[in-house]
């Protein structure tokens, strides 16, 4: 058994979002203006908290984490050779593609990171 060249680590997407597995994670440009990016991250709590902040800010009662990877495994990188978010972040710009769903948090609840 051969082993594919693209290994990434497990990714994470927090958002307010209501997404569904095959969805995709379109790059926005808030963050990156001129370039749209997806972003995502390793850290599973640093998503998190990302979820249960966008969720508070839009009004929504909680906040969901989804398990995502790169629509194209070679449009994948890690920023934090670039820019030091202080946990490990990834971006793509063609998007992120929805696995599944790996956890959720209230909006009024966002843990320490």
Do not use: C
């Not at 927090?14 to 997806?38: I, M, N």
């Not at 820019?83 to 490990?88: A, H, I, K, L, N």
Request: charged share 25%; net charge negative.
């Amino acid at each position: 058994m051969s082993a594919s060249k693209h290994l990434h680590p497990e990714l994470f997407h927090g958002t307010h979002a209501d997404l569904s597995v095959g969805d995709t994670v379109e790059p926005r440009t808030e963050w990156t203006p001129g370039e749209g990016r997806a972003f995502a991250t390793s850290d599973y709590k640093n998503a998190l908290w990302y979820a249960g902040n966008r969720a508070h800010t839009q009004g929504k009662l909680f906040g969901t984490v989804y398990n995502v990877e790169p629509i194209d495994p070679n449009d994948i990188s890690d920023v934090n050779k670039l820019v030091d978010f202080g946990v490990p972040t990834y971006t793509s710009k063609k998007g992120l593609k929805v696995k599944g769903i790996a956890g959720f948090i209230p909006a009024d609840e966002r843990p320490d990171v």
